[in-house]
């Protein structure tokens, strides 16, 4: 196993000006950015931060999170990269959860702060950014200078090199244990499927803190390509304005962000002929999006892949030559993974039979941090339940047919629903709650509350929704708000989503 | 010489029009804003100058919906060119490329 920094390191060594990373008018290449993450390091382990202690990250896609990323490992300490988008109410407790001794945020990101305010525990603070540093925190670029670099910490392995959150504050948080071989197993896959090279650069969109965003990155740089950070998708015309400025050859997107770029943009009127692959997660995306994508950009080869965060980040791809052949298919197992899918009793399911989908290899996670009881439901016997339901046909491509839980996949982001019903309930007039995804064209689902109230609130639904843009990121709001007067419930008085979800269209009652 | 006092009332009175109207397209956007993307009336929740974008305020989906509600309110047409964050990423700098788009 070669660990993702000694791949940095090796690149830094042999072609220190090589460029790695373009965000905005910034640029790093492989010389500075592994330079920068040996002073992070070293500034680390000078504050007292020891192996395996971990250092959480609040930061949208920037190069400061690449470095910090790096220079985290090189201290032998674990990042955790927590969601910018989530509210105060979800950071303190990740940050408390996880005990993190460091943290990097935003200078004047109101929703680090005022969680960092609320954790009583002393934590080493570092603001990026060249404004209000507040007196708490030391400045980025002071903490890059103050301490000579050192020889870098030794790890195994089997250490843990990142925790990914994947819920909010609903009970215990899942935190993702991934090891250094977790991350490198998982890069060496997808790199060679991809068949990625150091003459290969990629517009990134996907967060970081989330398991595609991270392993886009970890991809590209691990081979000394190039990766350009594109903010947000506002203006996705800007984003292919930036594709085909640099001249990239990759592009990595959920179904939402193509179907932005196939109903927003002339993608014609632009000279995208370096794009050489495109790769697509994070959800089912409609065989028929799939085809226009690939007629609108003939030159690029479209991937389709499967996976979660549990598993680092990939399990399944589908080789492009055969989308035609298996449209739907989300593919076959990627080099050392095996999966299986089973019937509830535990058994093998027949081919076209549709149980849980199973998985082993050298991606599958170390478990939830501090959380036995969640880790003790999904790995059992060397095994992942992923949760996620599916059948082989006869050729071993695998499809899927929905999830066991309730979760929401909204664009590239994923909601627990319990997450929004307890913000929602928190209003002293909500009787009762419930939420549930609903389908949307473009984001594949939206976010949908039914709420229980009394007469009086019953026109009220910009105050749930003002009251979620308080308390959730942005993204958990629900669109939809429908009042009614009693939820369905099981005998055993549990909410039926499904019902909810089934048999209602969506509806504006705002 | 009388002409030109004339001409310089009716300039500034047209100067004075044209300043209340920027003022109340700008009151306009801001209620706009307020409440389909914020959820609220209360004007002090947003200032002028924030970035709707940086803030999570606005996302893709919604800028698509604010800037058809400023081509239909306002009679203007937004080119693609002009679908930039420096013109639509504060209620100052909505109001101000509203203007700018404006018939006289």
Same mark, same amino acid.
């Given at each position: ?157 089997? +250490? ?18 991934? $090891? ?34 991270? $392993? ?35 592009? $990595? ?96 399911? +027949? ?36 949760? +996620? ?38 209003? #002293? ?9 609903? +389908? ?37 709001? #629900? ?26 269209? #969506?509806?504006?009652?705002? | ?104």
């Amino acid at each position: 196993m070669i660990p993702l920094s000694s791949r940095i390191e090796r690149i830094a060594r042999v072609e220190p000006g090589r460029r790695a990373i373009a965000e905005g008018e910034r640029r790093i290449d492989y010389g500075t950015l592994w330079a920068q993450a040996r002073a992070f390091a070293a500034f680390l382990r000078a504050s007292g931060i020891d192996a395996g202690d971990r250092v959480a990250v609040i930061l949208p896609n920037c190069i400061e999170a690449v470095v910090a990323c790096h220079g985290c490992w090189l201290a032998g300490a674990a990042i955790v990269p927590l969601n910018a988008q989530a509210r105060a109410r979800d950071i303190a407790p990740w940050l408390r959860h996880c005990a993190a001794r460091c943290v990097v945020y935003q200078a004047g990101h109101r929703d680090s702060e005022l969680a960092l305010e609320a954790i009583a525990e002393p934590i080493l603070r570092v603001a990026t950014g060249t404004s209000g540093v507040d007196g708490a925190s030391i400045a980025w670029a002071d903490a890059l200078a103050a301490a000579a670099p050192s020889a870098p910490v030794e790890y195994q392995a089997s +250490d843990l090199a990142m925790i990914l959150y994947t819920s909010g504050t609903t009970g215990a948080p899942k935190g993702v244990m991934l $090891s250094h071989a977790n991350l490198a197993a998982n890069v060496d896959s997808i790199v060679r499927y991809l068949e990625l090279g150091k003459d290969d650069s990629i517009v990134s969109v996907l967060p970081f803190y989330y398991s595609y965003g991270a $392993s886009v990155l970890h991809t590209h740089l691990s081979v000394g390509a190039f990766l350009v950070i594109e903010a947000n998708l506002v203006f996705p015309h800007l984003m292919v304005e930036t594709m085909a400025r640099e001249r990239v050859s990759g592009f $990595s997107g959920v179904p939402s962000t193509f179907l932005l770029l196939l109903n927003r943009v002339p993608l014609a009127n632009y000279d995208l002929s370096s794009l050489r692959y495109l790769t697509q997660a994070g959800g089912a995306m409609a065989p028929a999006t799939a085809q226009r994508l690939r007629e609108a950009l003939p030159q690029a080869r479209l991937y389709i892949m499967y996976g979660q965060t549990e598993a680092t980040a990939r399990l399944a791809w589908m080789p492009p030559e055969r989308l035609d052949e298996k449209p739907g298919a989300v593919g076959m197992p990627i080099d050392g993974v095996e999966l299986v899918v089973r019937r509830e009793n535990g058994q093998p399911a +027949d081919v076209m039979e549709v149980g849980e989908v199973h998985a082993r290899g050298p991606n599958v996670m170390l478990g939830y941090w501090r959380n036995p009881e969640a880790t003790a439901a999904v790995l059992q016997d060397g095994w992942l339940r992923t949760g +996620d339901m599916g059948h082989f046909d006869a050729d071993g491509f695998l499809y899927l047919a929905g999830r066991r839980s309730d979760m929401i996949k909204t664009g590239a982001h994923r909601v627990h629903p319990k997450d929004v019903e307890e913000a929602i309930a928190e209003l #002293p007039w909500i009787a009762e709650v419930a939420v549930v995804g609903v +389908d949307d064209d473009t984001l594949g689902q939206v976010i949908k509350a039914f709420v229980v109230t009394d007469a009086e609130h019953r026109s009220n639904a910009n105050a749930i929704k003002a009251h979620c843009r308080e308390r959730l990121a942005a993204y958990k709001i #629900p669109k939809f708000i429908e009042f009614v007067d009693a939820l369905p419930k099981t005998a055993s008085g549990k909410i039926r989503r499904t019902q909810l979800t089934a048999t209602t269209e #969506p509806r504006e009652v705002s | 010489m009388g002409l030109p006092a004339v001409c310089s009332v009716h300039a500034a009175a047209s100067i004075h029009r044209g300043e209340t109207k920027s003022m109340d397209q700008k009151k306009q956007i801001k209620a706009f804003v307020l409440e389909n993307y914020l959820f609220t009336d209360d004007e002090s929740a947003l200032a002028d100058g924030d970035s709707l974008i940086r803030d999570g305020i606005v996302d893709s989906t919604g800028m698509l919906e604010l800037i058809g509600h400023l081509e239909e309110t306002y009679a203007i047409k937004v080119e693609n060119a002009e679908m930039i964050p420096a013109n639509f990423d504060s209620i100052d700098s909505i109001a101000a490329f509203v203007a700018r788009k404006s018939p006289a």
